[in-house]
Structures are given as structure tokens and as C-alpha cells.
């Protein structure tokens, strides 16, 4: 894989965004269709996170696991019950994609809460919702998406801006010698790589590879070498996350390229309402 810690999640979308050319508006329609987060974005999300109690309780579970595992159909229709407006399918599409393989990953009966993980998704949605015409209605999406799984929003939001501003203090060397220092988030860290290397329960997931990123990209940490050390830190399997963040990267180009065409298309009507508003002036005017 090239060296995806070197670029940023803006620098990402913009380099497809330039080779994308609009054309019809059937082109926007399968757009829509061509953002949906198949199986190779989505076969891992059934895996669980787990995450277990560490001493020092900085390890949040938001719910525990439950017997009473409900269907993905129950899981949908909170969703839609907590939220009632209408979303355009440019989002509401991948939203739904989405909801259905976090159903799956959430009520296997090893799921645990974590931080990292919750950056990750944190992260996968606000760059799946960015430019959402309301600032309101996407933090109101997000509360509906999480507690649909029963879980906290507020929590991931709050554990996600911790390890953001944490990375965002470290250097390319700190932020892989965790385990040689005290705190918080290094505790988080510890807690993660000591489950990973086989003294405790551990699922990798893309959202936790996402995550991973998320916090290099905050480090500045562009070198390549940096994310095989993190990696190796946290006893996580390189190959995995290199697959995953090509997953990922792909699916921000297809989304740039359907929010561009929305976004012309939007331009486009506008434009015809208002030549019919000048025609419809221009008729009026002359039979006064």
C-alpha cells in the first residue's frame, strides 16, 4: 500500500476529486448506488471490539453485552423513530449500510466498548456527513445512529476528543512510546496492546484501523515507518489496517465524487427555476 499515514483525510478526497468528471444526472443517480458500502468495506464490522476492565477503570464500556439480542430490523426502526426527517440518499444510503454492519459487530456476545474504536466511527461519520446542510440536524443523526445500538453518543463524542487532543501533543516518536509512560489515554493504549498480543479478549475491526489513522494524522505523523511501529505497539496486524484504510480511502473518493455531483445538480435546478422566474417576470410585464 503507498504510504496512506503521509496523507491526510481532506488530502485523500481531494486527489479524487480532480480526476472526477460530471456529466448527466444519471451519472449522479448511480453515484448513489456506487457509495454503498459493500462487503469488502463491511465483512470485518461484524467482528466485535472488546475491550476489558482495567484497574484504573479508563477503559468505558457504554453498555454491556446483552442476551436479548435484537434484529437488525429493531435496530433500523429506533433509528428512524429517533430521527423522522427526511435524509438525501447521498448519505441516508451509506447511513443505512452502515447501521446494519454495527448491528451485527455491537450485539456479538464478545463486544466491549472502546475508545479507539469510537474515534474511528466518530471519525468514519463526520466525513460521511460533512457538508450536511444543517450543523443541528447532523449531531441530531449521529445521537439517533448511536442510541439505536444502545449506546451513549455522548460518550463517543467525549472519549473521541480526548484521544484527539492527546495526539494532537504528541510527536511521531511519543505517540508510539506509549507503554513507557503514565497517563490516561497511554493507559487506553496499554490496556489495547495487551489484549491484542493474547492476555485478554480482542477483536480487531476497520473502525479501530480508522481510529489508528486518525491518530497519526493528528501527530503529523507522516512517515510510513510510523504506522508499522503504532502497529506493532498495539500488537495489531499491519496488513490488516493497510487493507482497511484502502477501504476507507475508496470510499471517501466515491463520496466525493457523489457530493460533487449533488452539489451540481442542486446548482443546476436552481439555476432553471430562476430562467423561469425571469421568463415567467418577462411575461407578466408584457401583458401589463
Request: hydrophobic share 35%.
Amino acid at each position: 500500500m503507498a504510504a496512506v499515514t503521509s496523507l491526510s483525510f481532506s488530502a485523500l478526497s481531494q486527489s479524487f476529486e480532480r480526476r472526477v468528471n460530471f456529466s448527466s444526472t444519471r451519472t449522479f443517480s448511480s453515484a448513489f448506488e456506487s457509495i454503498r458500502l459493500r462487503s469488502n468495506f463491511s465483512c470485518d464490522f461484524s467482528a466485535a471490539v472488546r475491550a476489558s476492565n482495567s484497574s484504573s477503570g479508563l477503559v468505558i464500556q457504554c453498555m454491556s453485552p446483552t442476551t436479548d439480542t435484537p434484529p437488525v430490523s429493531q435496530t433500523k426502526l429506533n433509528f428512524l423513530k429517533a430521527y423522522k426527517r427526511p435524509i438525501p440518499s447521498i448519505y441516508n444510503n451509506v447511513l443505512q449500510e452502515l447501521i446494519v454492519q454495527q448491528h451485527l459487530m455491537r450485539y456479538k456476545r464478545t463486544y466491549r466498548y472502546d475508545p479507539v474504536f469510537a474515534l474511528g466511527f466518530v471519525t468514519v461519520y463526520d466525513q460521511l456527513m460533512e457538508g450536511y446542510p444543517s450543523d443541528e440536524d447532523r449531531s441530531a443523526i449521529f445521537e439517533a445512529y448511536i442510541n439505536a445500538l444502545n449506546e451513549d453518543p455522548e460518550q463517543y463524542r467525549k472519549d473521541a476528543q480526548k484521544l484527539e487532543e492527546w495526539a494532537r501533543a504528541q510527536t511521531p516518536a511519543s505517540l508510539v512510546d506509549f507503554s513507557s509512560r503514565e497517563g490516561e489515554i497511554e493507559d487506553i493504549l496499554k490496556d489495547i496492546a495487551g489484549r491484542a498480543g493474547g492476555t485478554g479478549s480482542f477483536s480487531y475491526s476497520r473502525f479501530f484501523a480508522v481510529g489508528l489513522f486518525r491518530l497519526l494524522e493528528l501527530a503529523n505523523a507522516s512517515e510510513p515507518t510510523i504506522l508499522e511501529k503504532l502497529c506493532s505497539a498495539l500488537n495489531v496486524n499491519k496488513k490488516n489496517v493497510d487493507r482497511d484504510l484502502d477501504v476507507y480511502r475508496n470510499l471517501l473518493s466515491k463520496l466525493v465524487q457523489a457530493k460533487e455531483l449533488l452539489k451540481e445538480y442542486v446548482e443546476r435546478e436552481k439555476k432553471k427555476r430562476e430562467e423561469r422566474s425571469d421568463i415567467q417576470k418577462a411575461n407578466e410585464a408584457v401583458t401589463k
